[in-house]
């Protein structure tokens, strides 16, 4: 059985991307992917936060922060796989990224033909 890290009860917005936002954007690459006729996917999704202090004659001279995300997607089509990536999670985003990795294996077809 796999275990999955206990989420942080005490600090809940903490989170830069909860498993139930994570299952969301899963859900929309699969049905994408689904209504483009492709079954297998594999879906990547990164995000992250930095921050660093700027000083300038020994003060505070800027306060520097920065939060953001990836997603990668797989689609298996035929034995080959394709990949396009993005980094936004809006539905419109997320659909085409996916329409991008399935486009992509249509274009190679063609070319090789």
């Known amino acids: ?3 999955h890290p ?3 009860t005490q600090h809940p917005s903490s989170e830069l991307l909860t498993r139930a936002r994570c299952e969301e954007i899963f859900g929309r690459v699969q049905d994408a992917a689904r209504s483009e006729g492709v079954g297998h996917i594999e879906v990547m999704i990164g995000v992250g936060s930095s921050a660093l202090t700027r000083f300038a004659n020994n003060a505070i001279h800027q306060n520097v ?3 953001g ?3 990668s997607v797989r689609a298996l089509i035929d034995g ?3 990949r396009a990536n993005g980094n936004r999670f809006d539905p419109e985003s997320i659909r085409q990224v996916t329409a991008e990795a399935i486009d992509f294996m249509a274009d190679v ?3 090789a033909k």
């Open 109 to 111: 077809e063609i070319k």
């Open 6 to 8: 206990t989420p942080n």
């Open 65 to 67: 922060a920065e939060r």
């Open 80 to 82: 080959r796989t394709s």
């Open 1 to 3: 059985m796999t275990q």
């Open 69 to 71: 995300g990836y997603i």
